[in-house]
């Protein structure tokens, strides 16, 4: 089949061209102007059929006038060639096989056929259509795909000058409120900044000049004292080596008094009010904010090699392959593993697998839904054998842990027991530990709350160090 497609416009103005040999007519109809796929289809089809009528009117006469020379004569190249589809070019359109018409269309072989074809040729037993039928049938499918485009050419004119202009027209506004949200955040923070830090410092130098006041009296008052305690000698040694015997014995009481006046001005001590205080320093919204910004900043979580150290984890837990969960074992699942001096062997602990001992560092514990665990940081001399207290997190002067348990926190070091407020449950604790300043921080990254802060002198190299009695926790990276 050798036709030619009409290449049309899906809309189409007033003023279209009428198709070859019809009258001129006016548009009639809003149907006409609304879907002008209608009127440019049946246009095409008005021009098949004109066609197609000459086309047979042409095939009629070169039948009748070449019809008796060798019985129709020669066949030209291109029908020969189509032979084998058995379609002849598109301007006779008749059978190789049978002269007949082509106006049928074999479906099986996808190809036009005769009607002598489809009865007793090679297509018989296929699914055939009158040629008619199929090409009402394609014309019928691409209205339907014309028109499912010409409405989506709607819907994209629509979101382009509707949905995108509104877009756009907004997002000037909304791209204002939001940088005025964030500068007005900073601008709060920065603020409340500059008041704490010009509160703590004014704190800081109260306490420096407290100090100050405090040496300076201290050294006036012994240097006095010392001065009356060298005289009070010096004349004492006088008295000693140049009062006769006699007289030495009728000054006795003298010698008492002066002996008394120099016990009378005591001993020096050294205490506390001779130190700058370190709460003097000390802010919850600092602290809070440095603690965000390490724990939360570029470099939060630490270190991505820290892993738990599997020659510590106790039998009564399973390290995950990648090191990083502890999973509470039942008693039926538990196993001996070998035995290793390293290892916990009745309390469910383990360490970590990095130690520190310089600079700032922070490591983030997913806890999940886990009821009973422990987290901290401990020496690596901690006893790792027996149940007594001293392999037992936070009931030692080598641990300091926070705890769950029962639905209570609390932070554990040496025994003691500190309850904390927890408004709400944590998903994560995050410790931190800033070695400079010997203190170590708990915090809940979540809803930025500090858990607990203590500054503690610490001795050692410390390790991560964490206990789990309930499902399972994890180092997260």
């Given at each position: 089949m050798s036709e030619q497609l009409v290449t049309c416009e899906l809309t189409c103005s007033g003023s279209a061209r009428e198709p070859p040999g019809d009258p001129p007519r006016r548009e009639s109809s809003n149907m006409d102007r609304e879907q002008p796929i209608f009127s440019v289809l049946i246009g095409g089809a008005k021009d098949r059929t004109a066609a197609a009528a000459a086309v047979e009117e042409g095939d009629t006469a070169v039948r009748s006038s070449g019809g008796g020379a060798g019985g129709g004569g020669a066949a030209s190249?291109?029908?020969?060639?189509?032979?084998?589809s058995g379609i002849f070019s598109g301007e006779c359109e008749l059978c190789v096989e049978h002269e007949s018409e082509l106006d049928w269309f074999c479906g099986t072989e996808q190809k036009l056929i005769c009607s002598h074809c489809a009865i007793v040729g090679p297509c018989h037993g296929h699914t055939v259509t009158p040629l008619a039928k199929r090409v009402s049938a394609i014309r019928n499918e691409m209205v339907d795909v014309c028109e499912k485009m010409q409405l989506q050419a709607l819907r994209m004119e629509r979101f382009i000058d509707q949905t995108l202009t509104v877009k756009e027209q907004k997002l000037q506004a909304s791209a204002s409120r939001a940088r005025e949200h964030v500068l007005a955040q900073v601008s709060a923070a920065r603020e409340a900044l500059e008041e704490e830090e010009q509160r703590l410092l004014e704190e800081v130098q109260r306490e420096e000049e407290r100090v100050e006041q405090c040496l300076l009296t201290q050294r006036a008052h012994w240097s006095q004292a010392?001065?009356?305690?060298?005289?009070?000698?010096?004349?004492?040694?006088?008295?000693?080596?140049?009062?006769?015997?006699?007289?030495?014995?009728?000054?006795?009481?003298?010698?008492?008094e002066r002996v008394e006046e120099a016990e009378g001005v005591g001993e020096p001590c050294d205490t506390e009010q001779l130190n700058l205080n370190p709460g003097c320093s000390d802010s919850k919204l600092l602290r809070g904010l440095w603690a965000t910004a390490v724990l939360l900043g570029p470099n939060a979580h630490g270190s991505s090699?820290?892993?738990?150290?599997?020659?510590?984890?106790?039998?009564?837990?399973?390290?995950?392959?990648?090191?990083?969960?502890?999973?509470?074992?039942?008693?039926?699942?538990?196993?001996?593993?070998?035995?290793?001096?390293?290892?916990?062997?009745?309390?469910?602990?383990?360490?970590?697998s990095l130690s520190v001992f310089s600079g700032t560092h922070s490591w983030m514990v997913d806890v999940g839904q886990c009821g009973a665990f422990k987290v901290g940081v401990c020496y690596a001399s901690l006893e790792r054998k027996g149940s007594g207290n001293n392999a037992r997190l936070g009931?030692?002067?080598?641990?300091?842990?926070?705890?769950?348990?029962?639905?209570?926190?609390?932070?554990?070091?040496?025994?003691?027991?500190?309850?904390?407020?927890?408004?709400?449950?944590?998903?994560?604790?995050?410790?931190?530990?800033?070695?400079?300043?010997?203190?170590?921080?708990?915090?809940?990254?979540d809803s930025c709350t500090l858990l607990h802060c203590i500054t503690q002198h610490f001795s050692a190299p410390l390790l991560l160090a964490c206990a789990v009695t309930d499902r399972s926790i994890t180092i997260v990276h």
């Open positions: 190249p291109s029908a020969t060639s189509d032979t084998e010392l001065v009356n305690l060298s005289q009070t000698r010096s004349r004492l040694v006088h008295t000693l080596t140049h009062t006769p015997d006699t007289q030495l014995v009728t000054s006795v009481q003298d010698i008492v090699s820290l892993k738990f150290d599997g020659r510590t984890v106790s039998p009564l837990l399973s390290l995950s392959e990648d090191s990083c969960t502890l999973t509470f074992l039942l008693k039926k699942t538990r196993q001996s593993p070998l035995y290793d001096p390293a290892r916990f062997d009745c309390w469910p602990n383990a360490l970590g009931y030692n002067a080598q641990s300091w842990v926070l705890s769950r348990y029962d639905g209570d926190y609390s932070f554990c070091h040496a025994g003691e027991k500190v309850p904390l407020q927890v408004v709400r449950t944590p998903k994560r604790i995050g410790v931190l530990l800033d070695w400079p300043s010997q203190t170590l921080l708990f915090y809940e990254p």
